[in-house]
């Protein structure tokens, strides 16, 4: 939003300097982006009188000007303009003048052999628009040329500053000029002169078709006036076209010029509708009950007033005139019915649209205009009327028009039930003031005045105040904390003190967070580097990997910023294949990664989000190469499963691995799922062949995807982690080495929880080390062959005593897994 001190010094009587209001406007919440001091553009630069002008003796498009600029001597100048003549007044730049619109400093020299002894310069060279090809002339621009020597700066409206403010989403106000004099007529007490609203004189109900009465009231309300004797050929006063000028905005003729300043002044858009154009359009006379409402059509053109021609979908508004488009709705009109310099007659239009609505219309046509910056954040009911009538005495003042009735259709009006307003919470959640004999408390006359001066009604109660805010805040002042943050933004929030809490107590993690920053420090110690990634993804299924799991779906957010972001992502494992593909085109050597991150599914009405821990190591990643003569080693199935093992082991967690042949990422023979405390924790295993060729990875790419919130829970129970002692074995340990024939598919964990269980007390470590199967071994069979340390408590074991134990192992296996012994 771009201010103007000119125009706001109009609403407001501030009389600060620009870079003490702008410090004030900062620290309140408006941050000012840039001060821009128009009077820079004309320094040194003064009124001139061509006084003689002559044909340059060696140039034919040169002319050499005697000019007065009030001083004893006259200047000469050579000019290239066409239109420079005798006895015109134009704006002259001095030697030592400096142009920043051009960048440009003027010297004395010589052009074509002749002296020159300033510029004689064109609007465009003052940082000003035009449509003269030429340089300005003062009698063209003001109704009385003062005095040469006069500075021009004055004359032209640039003895102003401008204040370029960024206005949050959350403050729509700020994007009208009376928001920001009531800002900042609280900041500094200075008084208000704003323009008086009154609402329309004569309103009538406006009846249309149902679907668009029904979209009408969604908004919250529709209107339109015919203005009749209209003369838009009529030129748009310097005041007018300055004021717009210095907003950033374009003069377009005075019809347009005059709504535009009424939306820039109170914030609500207006539109004009040439009204013989949509008569010519509709093949009739057009009245209020043809204008409607309706989304438009797959494919449907619509081309504005920028002339742009635009193919729109189905999450577009228009307004219509008999069905036919005549505006995309609080975006932009139609270029057939905009208004022109033979405009007689216009209907305006002043109207409430959805926000949502108008963003969906500004996406759906790529288009992001001042009108729908404005409707995008919400506007006030109460001042859409207001504004039109605002612009209709407008109208009827500069070009003499006459106003009919403005017809509206709107749903009820609600009134809005006050606010409540507690002493204790205000208190609580600012504390005291920083007084120079100490903390002070936050007086009620000083919560009074803030809240009063931003135009709020406040009425006192046991506890504190019933406060009524203001059409003009009510977007954003909605619930109690809203006001408290108001009283603290006027008072300044440096004015507070910095309390401690009371008692003070020392912060801690609990359980599971320890457990997740230990997760991660064991997956980085083992090689692995965290990643992470975006939580919103593309819609597109195509730029799905290709896999079983089709049944996960993509849940589209209500208000994207970008297509290739608008859904909330489904798994963690898409992404990371994709970043292993851009390492890998990278030259990388390897990829191994993980993340942990929320994934989203919807269950019935509702979004379940739950937290995963996935990754995936792809290649290899080795120090040296010496050892394999340069030559890569693929990893092996085991190799990438046992850097799990050993992140499992840390955490005192027992882990198993079962077959499983259902998950379409992985490879049917190389993937399991892995089983904690007896549920299922999550899979690992090989990629599957299709996505390793789809994303131009090696066969050897290994992925994971565990259930986070299981794993923390079997990390966090009482004493996993809690040191103990035990003393060191003085005696000897005894091994035995154990081969049993089983079939092929028996899961070798549950022969060593079996072997566990019956060696008890003496076995103190069993582990598998060999698996065999052949021609040897019957059909279906495999062999596999443990070894199994015992140890006495406080002797060394005899076969005696270690003979009964081994016999029980041997024996339990048999029983529970039909095993033949081969040892």
């Not at 001139?48 to 200047?75: F, I, M, N, W, Y």
Request: proline share 6%; with cysteine; hydrophobic share 40%.
């Amino acid at each position: 939003m771009r201010v103007s001190l000119s125009w706001l010094q109009d609403l407001v009587q501030v009389e600060e300097p620009a870079d003490q209001l702008a410090e004030r406007l900062s620290m309140a919440g408006f941050e000012v982006e840039e001060i821009e001091d128009l009077s820079l553009l004309a320094q040194g630069v003064v009124v001139g009188r061509v006084l003689e002008r002559v044909k340059h003796p060696d140039a034919d498009k040169l002319s050499v000007c005697q000019v007065d600029v009030g001083r004893e001597a006259t200047l000469q100048i050579v000019c290239g303009a066409a239109n420079v003549r005798d006895g015109i007044h134009v704006p002259v730049a001095t030697v030592g003048a400096v142009l920043p619109a051009v960048n440009l400093k003027i010297k004395s020299g010589e052009l074509r052999g002749v002296a020159s002894e300033g510029m004689i310069c064109s609007l465009k060279e003052l940082g000003q628009s035009s449509d003269v090809d030429g340089i300005a002339i003062l009698e063209d621009l003001l109704d009385s040329v003062p005095v040469p020597g006069t500075p021009v700066a004055a004359l032209l409206g640039l003895d102003d500053t401008v204040l370029d403010l960024a206005i949050t989403a959350n403050r729509p106000d700020g994007l009208s000029m009376t928001g920001i004099a009531r800002e900042v007529s609280a900041l500094t007490g200075a008084a208000l002169n704003l323009p008086e609203l009154q609402p329309p004189q004569s309103i009538a109900s406006l009846k249309t078709d149902p679907v668009s009465t029904e979209a009408m009231r969604a908004g919250g309300l529709y209107g339109v006036t015919e203005l009749c004797k209209v003369d838009a050929a009529k030129p748009s006063p310097t005041w007018l076209r300055q004021r717009l000028e210095r907003a950033g905005m374009n003069s377009v003729n005075i019809v347009v010029d005059l709504t535009n300043l009424v939306m820039l002044e109170q914030g609500q858009p207006l539109h004009a509708f040439d009204a013989d154009a949509l008569d010519r359009l509709c093949g009739g006379p057009v009245t209020a009950a043809d204008f409607g409402l309706r989304q438009a059509q797959e494919a449907e053109l619509f081309t504005g007033l920028d002339g742009r021609e635009l193919s729109l979908d189905a999450r577009a508004q228009l307004v219509t005139c008999r069905n036919l488009p005549v505006a995309l709705a609080g975006v932009m009109g139609s270029e057939a019915s905009g208004v022109t310099a033979g405009t007689t007659r216009i209907w305006l239009e002043s109207a409430l649209f959805s926000p949502t609505a108008v963003r969906n219309s500004s996406r759906s046509g790529g288009l992001r205009t001042e009108a729908s910056s404005r409707y995008e954040k919400g506007l006030p009911r109460e001042v859409t009327l207001a504004a039109a009538q605002r612009a209709i005495l407008l109208i009827t003042d500069h070009l003499g028009a006459t106003a009919g009735s403005t017809f509206v259709c709107s749903e009820p009006a609600r009134a809005e039930p006050p606010l409540m307003l507690r002493r204790a919470a205000v208190h609580q959640l600012l504390g005291a003031l920083a007084g120079e004999a100490g903390p002070e408390t936050l007086d009620d006359v000083v919560i009074e005045r803030c809240l009063t001066a931003l135009g709020c009604d406040l009425t006192a109660t046991e506890t504190g105040w019933s406060v009524k805010v203001p059409p003009s805040r009510s977007c954003d002042l909605l619930r109690e904390v809203d006001l408290i943050e108001e009283v603290a933004r006027l008072v300044g929030f440096d004015r507070f003190e910095s309390l401690l809490p009371d008692p003070l107590e020392p912060g801690h993690l609990t359980p599971a967070q320890q457990a997740e920053r230990r997760l991660r420090m064991l997956f980085c110690a083992s090689g692995l580097q965290e990643v992470t990634a975006l939580s919103l993804t593309s819609p597109d299924p195509e730029a799905r990997p290709v896999s079983a799991d089709s049944d996960e779906i993509r849940i589209p957010i209500s208000n994207p910023l970008l297509a290739e972001t608008s859904h909330l992502r489904a798994n963690l494992w898409e992404e990371h294949l994709r970043i292993c593909q851009r390492n890998l085109q990278s030259s990388q050597p390897g990829c191994w990664m993980f993340e942990i991150g929320n994934v989203f599914a919807l269950e019935g009405d509702s979004i379940q989000q739950s937290a995963r821990l996935g990754g995936v190591i792809c290649a290899e990643r080795r120090l040296e190469r010496w050892t394999s003569s340069g030559k890569p080693v693929p990893l092996t199935y085991f190799t990438a499963r046992g850097l799990l093992t050993r992140i499992f082991q840390a955490l005192k967690l027992e882990v198993v691995d079962r077959p499983f042949k259902d998950d379409g990422r992985l490879h049917p023979g190389r993937a399991a799922q892995l089983v904690l405390e007896g549920r299922a924790l999550g899979n690992f295993g090989q990629l599957h062949p299709l996505l390793c060729e789809q994303f131009d990875l090696p066969d050897h790419t290994f992925l994971f995807d565990l259930e986070l919130s299981r794993l923390l829970e079997a990390a966090t129970r009482t004493n996993r982690w809690s040191p103990a002692f035990k003393p060191f074995s003085i005696v000897p340990a005894m091994e035995r080495d154990l081969a049993v024939v089983v079939k092929r598919d028996q899961h070798c964990a549950d022969l060593l929880q079996a072997i566990r269980k019956a060696g008890k007390p003496l076995l103190e470590s069993v582990e598998l080390i060999d698996r065999f199967e052949g021609e040897q071994l019957g059909e279906n069979e495999c062999s596999q062959a443990f070894r199994i340390r015992y140890r006495g408590k406080d002797s060394t074991l005899t076969d005696d005593q270690l003979q009964p134990v081994h016999e029980k192992v041997r024996q339990a296996l048999v029983k529970q897994f039909n095993a033949e012994l081969r040892s």
